[in-house]
């Protein structure tokens, strides 16, 4: 029989094996928080996170395991989620999922007085996960709103046109940065932190953490607004108009920092609410822990999390198929057209170390020019990746987009039922071109990101890593109209069938 007697090797051990198993997970947040001055205070909400940990590892060494179904059943839950999100390259989610993953690993082992006593330490590490960029553009929108109040009030003349305020001295863009974004994530790491150290009331951390927020959207606001007003009255001469850094945390801390100390002073009560609430946990007698079934609980767990990398890199690096048998190849012309004439292509996408390349022209009777493009991987990994931030559809050095949306083929016979449609024009004017393109899996054919990358995913953990982006081109008249060229682009597919070799 397996016995664990000591709960400190148990803890020990599960923080070296989260280290481990999850390694690159790890590098991925501290690249962020190095090299990212949104996600630069990511080392002290880490730094936060541990010592709450810490500060819960007496009481928590106390309580004796004891395994929770619906704890097994979130764990295996995340661990899934994160080997897909793993396989399909989704960075941002995979980073997303390990607090969950952990907290559900301690609900496993420990039950629901884990998340009681470790939720909020564990959890803290969501305000450093990179899903905070997303909610740049909505704060910018926010902020030029409440700027536009601002500047009325001292009946500073502005023209306002989207994120651009134009004063008499000059034009001032409300970039992604004076968004206040990373304002808010450190304010609400706090609220939340004071509260969890003085509180343990669920309900007064909440409130606590809602002002913190507030007043650092406010800082925000004050922060650009006065930029501008110091711009105003030196025309524009000031340091701040290009360095506003200091400017920022300085206001910040005025502005948020300060008065959030003195609301949160005033919500504190006289009882010490977190002793009550360590109090109220039933604490299980010590020979529960070392009975068999606890044991074999933590070594199952263990299991389930070293599971992820150990499927994630047997699959998709010693099993995943070398011949990329399932990538397309150029199909020959078919009926009323010629082709595909090679090294005559008027357009080509932008990718990286992209292991086919294929272009061809097919012309129809008519004389109609039409560009086939087939890039791909055989097998996708490291800086080879079917969807990535440096693979375009164009070189934008070359080309400047027009217009992009999504639309129904009409192709659903060659399993293809929408595709993204491009519009695109040389940067000199000279020329404009139609590209329909969509990406081809084995068992899946369209333009969706997100459907790529998870069913994507989904195959390299079977062994295929293939991909590729197939897009057809036809030049359009200099009056901008593409009626025709789509009308050739669409009857030439029709008549084509993509095989793969």
Not at 105 to 125: H, Q
Not at 273 to 285: E, F, G, Y
Request: with cysteine.
């Amino acid at each position: 029989m397996i016995v664990v007697r000591n709960k400190d090797y148990l803890l020990l051990l599960s923080i070296f094996l989260f280290a481990v198993a999850f390694a690159p997970e790890w590098r991925s947040y501290f690249d962020l928080w190095y090299h990212s001055i949104v996600y630069s205070h990511g080392f002290l909400v880490l730094a936060l996170s541990l010592y709450l940990l810490w500060r819960q590892w007496p009481e928590l060494k106390t309580r004796s395991l004891s395994p929770s179904l619906i704890g097994f059943a979130a764990l295996v839950t995340s661990c899934l989620m994160v080997l897909l999100a793993k396989a399909a390259d989704i960075r941002t989610v995979t980073l997303l999922l390990l607090p969950f993953v952990f907290l559900s690993w301690g609900c496993a082992l420990w039950g629901s007085s884990f998340i009681k006593l470790c939720g909020v330490p564990v959890l803290i590490l969501v305000y450093a996960a990179p899903i905070w960029d997303d909610f740049s553009p909505l704060f910018q929108v926010i902020t030029v709103f409440a700027n536009e109040l601002l500047l009325s009030l001292v009946d500073i003349p502005a023209e306002i046109r989207e994120l651009y305020r134009t004063i008499p001295g000059g034009t001032f863009f409300v970039a992604g940065g004076c968004s206040g974004v990373r304002y808010l994530m450190v304010a609400l790491c706090l609220g939340t932190v004071y509260g969890n150290l003085f509180y343990g009331d669920a309900r007064r951390t909440l409130f606590l953490t809602l002002i913190a927020g507030a007043l650092s959207m406010l800082a925000n606001w004050i922060r650009v607004f006065g930029i501008i007003v110091a711009g105003h009255i030196t025309e524009m001469e000031t340091s701040l108009v290009e360095d506003h850094e200091t400017f920022g945390w300085i206001v910040f801390l005025i502005i948020a920092l300060v008065p959030l100390f003195f609301i949160a002073r005033k919500l504190e009560t006289r009882d010490t609410d977190i002793d009550l609430l360590r109090q109220a946990m039933p604490k299980v007698s010590e020979n529960r822990y070392q009975d068999r079934k606890t044991a074999q609980a933590t070594v199952i767990s263990f299991l389930i999390v070293l599971a992820v990398p150990t499927v994630f890199y047997s699959q998709t690096s010693l099993f995943v198929e070398k011949d990329g048998a399932r990538l397309p190849s150029l199909p020959v012309a078919p009926k009323d057209w010629r082709g595909p004439l090679r090294f005559a292509d008027f357009w080509k996408p932008s990718f990286q170390n992209e292991d086919i390349d294929l272009s061809g022209i097919y012309v129809s009777k008519t004389l109609q020019q039409v560009q086939l493009q087939i890039t791909g991987y055989h097998t996708q990994g490291q800086g080879k990746e079917l969807i990535y931030h440096s693979n375009r559809l164009y070189d934008s050095d070359e080309w400047n987009l027009v217009s992009s949306n999504i639309l129904h083929s009409g192709l659903e016979d060659q399993g293809i039922n929408e595709v993204r449609e491009s519009i695109l024009e040389r940067r000199d004017g000279s020329e404009r071109i139609i590209i329909w393109s969509w990406y081809f899996l084995d068992g899946y054919q369209g333009p969706s990101v997100l459907k790529t990358k998870l069913i994507g995913g989904i195959r390299k953990l079977m062994g295929d890593g293939s991909g590729a982006l197939i897009a057809v081109a036809a030049r359009c008249p200099k009056d901008g109209e593409c009626k025709a060229q789509r009308s050739d682009i669409k009857s030439l597919l029709k008549a084509m069938s993509f095989k793969t070799d």
